[in-house]
């Protein structure tokens, strides 16, 4: 498919130069579920999609060959001597040729592959999507161009279940349920990737963390808490300054009254030095371990402007981070007790679609190889062990150990990644810590990272998308409207949400001007799950008039509401 895809990039290419023949190419490669290309010196919209498709399907019609050449440097030069940003392309090339493919009249510096022919290609399985901006290299120092998104497919079925999935995808947006439910937004003038919890998504991240460490705490794991910064010299032996700089937001040179200090600080990334720290405060014994610590910290990476994605993809996020000393000998058991841990925890939250992989030693990474192959063969022994299928991610561990990732499908079939369960042999040397054996002796502990959840803030954007906003009741920040239908009905509202929230429900009466079917509207608009309706009626016989999720399950009492909700 991807010969199919970068040929359509190139027919979108001479679709394009046919109808606007002063524009500017950029580059247009194949992607994951189609093709671009980029074009700069024309005015480009949505509005113009409909006419290069149907120019492109006519040169497809007529049939275009794919011709590979090899030229020199300056054969190249002088075919795009009016195409600066080829010229630029051009100059970074290596060597004295230049591979080119040639379309009858259109020529492209391209390595490949293409179609021998477009009429291989169904017309009826692609479609230009949408324009957006790009900068020329992805780099914001060079001009921004405009790229024009095309679909491609094998058939107009692939192309349709395509389009049907990502409208699905889009219902799904836990920014746009975000903002339905009162949950959570971002500031331009706060800054790009950092959340503002509203109220109620501000209960539901608690509510989550407060969970999530009484099982920990139930599993006999310390809660710990460590600052938001540290020392430059911290992360220099962690590793990080070497091998994670690019992640990290820049130093922070402290002065006061005209006086340096000698240190710089950094806010910091990850939690593994500060618990590992906590760890050498005292002389720990062989047994003293497994010594388990756990912290829902807040950590900050640079993650570049055009990668940020609502919460699944943030600069500072609470991380469901824990760590846990252990021997060798006790390595396996430890790992097994986490993927149990693991899978109760995301069950809590009624998700049950999960892949799970393997990831090993990539080829930038610090300790022995040895270590490293202990490492896999603990983590892979431990999958065989609760019975888990998986499959190996080849170097996609990190730079200090091998890894579990454990990735909830949703119901569109897309992988969103949660877990991680790392084995680490290297930062016990890296900061020198120990425990005194059985004979006295000083050995160095094995270190698990664990994240159950991972990041919160993205567990919640995914729990958000995989329920299309229809949370677990007993984790929904807003479990019911109370809605009166009038004035006099306003009294018994307010006594049942005392009731109610009595009883540990979070309830709010919804009094407002509005019409019943527009207040329902609004509490389903808002994922309410329990709309509660008192009137004339209702107050007559002493019930309640209970709609769930769209559903009427008819007039209740309050005894028999409230056993509802808990069950």
């Known amino acids: 498919m991807e010969e199919k895809r970068h040929s359509l990039a190139h ?111 169904n017309s009826e399985g692609f479609r230009l999507d949408r324009v957006a901006g790009a900068y020329f290299k992805g780099s914001q120092e060079n001009p921004m161009l405009k790229r024009i998104y095309g679909l491609a497919f094998s058939s107009k079925k692939e192309l349709e279940d395509y ?50 460490l009484r099982e920990y705490l139930r599993h006999g794991y ?44 950094q806010l910091k990334p990850m939690n593994c030095p500060f618990h590992i720290d906590i760890y050498k405060k005292e002389t720990r014994s062989y047994r003293d371990l497994p010594l388990k610590l756990t912290e829902l910290g807040v950590v900050y990476r640079y993650e570049r402007s055009g990668t940020l994605h609502g919460l699944t993809r943030v600069r500072g996020f609470t991380q469901d981070d824990a760590h846990v000393f252990c021997t060798l000998d006790q390595l396996k058991e430890e790992l097994f007790k986490l993927i149990d841990l693991t899978f109760h925890i995301l069950k809590s939250f009624q998700f049950k679609d999960f892949n799970i992989y393997l990831s090993t030693r990539p080829d930038k990474y610090v300790g022995k190889k040895e270590d490293w192959d202990e490492a896999e063969k603990a983590l892979e022994e431990a999958l065989k062990k609760s019975k888990l299928n998986y499959k190996v991610d080849p170097k996609e561990g990190t730079f200090y150990g091998p890894k579990i990732d454990i990735k909830i499908e949703d119901a569109i079939g897309r992988e969103w990644q949660c877990t991680t369960l790392q084995v680490d042999f290297n930062l016990a040397e890296r900061f020198d810590i120990h425990y005194i054996d059985k004979d006295g002796e000083k050995k160095k502990p094995v270190l698990i990272h664990r994240a159950l959840m991972g990041a919160v803030e993205r567990f919640l954007g995914v729990l958000l998308e995989y329920h299309k906003g229809e949370l677990p009741v007993w984790i929904t920040p807003l479990q019911a409207y109370i809605i009166p239908l009038g004035e006099k009905h306003l009294k018994e509202a307010k006594r049942l949400e005392e009731e109610l929230i009595k009883e540990e429900i979070r309830c709010e009466v919804l009094e407002d001007d509005q019409t019943l079917s527009k207040r329902i509207l609004k509490g389903e608009k808002e994922k309410v799950p329990y709309l509660l309706v008192i009137g004339d009626r209702e107050m007559e016989k002493k019930k309640i008039n209970v709609r769930f999720r769209g559903k009427s399950l008819g007039e209740m009492s309050q005894e028999e509401l409230i056993k509802e909700i808990k069950k």
């Not at 903002?179 to 503002?196: A, D, Y």
């Open 11 to 121: 027919i979108l290419a001479i679709a394009v130069l046919d109808l606007y023949p002063e524009a500017y190419l950029g580059t247009g490669p194949a992607i994951e579920d189609g093709f671009y290309y980029d074009f700069d010196n024309i005015d480009l919209g949505e509005k113009d999609l409909d006419r290069i498709e149907k120019k492109m399907r006519e040169i497809m019609e007529k049939g275009v060959e794919f011709k590979e050449e090899k030229i020199s440097r300056k054969e190249a030069e002088k075919i795009f001597s009016n195409q600066p940003y080829k010229l630029e392309i051009i100059k970074e090339l290596e060597g004295s040729q230049i591979t080119i493919y040639r379309s009858d009249k259109f020529v492209d510096i391209c390595q490949g592959p293409h179609v021998k022919n477009s009429k291989e290609i």
């Open 163 to 212: 389009l049907n999935k990502r409208e699905e995808a889009e219902k799904r947006d836990h920014r746009a349920l975000g903002k339905r439910m009162k949950l959570f937004h971002i500031s331009e003038e706060v800054g790009p990737g950092l959340i503002l919890w509203q109220p109620r998504g501000a209960l539901l991240k608690k509510m989550t963390e407060d969970f999530a």
């Open 222 to 265: 310390k809660l710990v808490s460590s600052p938001h910064i540290a020392k430059k010299k911290l992360w220099d032996i962690s590793g990080h300054n070497e091998y994670y700089k690019e992640d990290m937001f820049p130093l922070m040179h402290m002065e006061e009254k005209g006086e340096e200090e000698k240190d710089d600080y």
